[in-house]
């Protein structure tokens, strides 16, 4: 996990988390609210019994909180996660016509709490497309033992010596020749 992601999925976690922990003592008549409010979004909740919604969102809500707190998470999944909870939660928000202004985007007073949930899909977005640091292409080095750099250098010495040697002895035979 990157230093940098560590603010956005601490808060968000703890927000998350806390909410849910929240709703662990939640009753059938707060829990029927929310439930006709997510059916806003998801009909098909409105299936579910009252107090068996409720114990549904808040283990969801736990669980997402506890994903964002989790270190071994990686980032990219905590953020799909995210992602889903929080498009959940800006679906119902659209839905609703009663937290909307007239133009059906913008929150009047009782949608404000649910608006501000934006910034959890912005959170999501960011750990999602967060690339990986690059490394740079790094060149390869041998390294030669210390033996072998030693042999080939005294062999590269002898080389330069015989050539110098035979050129000399060569040149002395050569001088020897002219002279005779």
Known sequence: MKISHIPLRLTTGAYILNSGLNKRSLDEESA???QHLAGNAFPQVLDLEPARFGKLLCAAEITVGLTLLTPF???RLAGLVLGAFSGGM???YLKTPEFTEDDGIRPNAAGTPFA???WMLGIAAAL???TKSKTKTKTKIVKVPTPVKATAAAAAVKAAKDLK???GS???KDT???KG
Do not use: F, Q
């Open 170 to 172: 060569k040149e002395s």
């Open 128 to 130: 999602v497309l967060d």
């Open 90 to 92: 800006m679906r119902m």
């Open 73 to 75: 998470v990686p980032s």
């Open 32 to 34: 029927a609210g929310l």
């Open 116 to 118: 501000k949930d934006i």
């Open 176 to 178: 020897k020749s002219t």
């Open 165 to 167: 040697e035979s050129k």
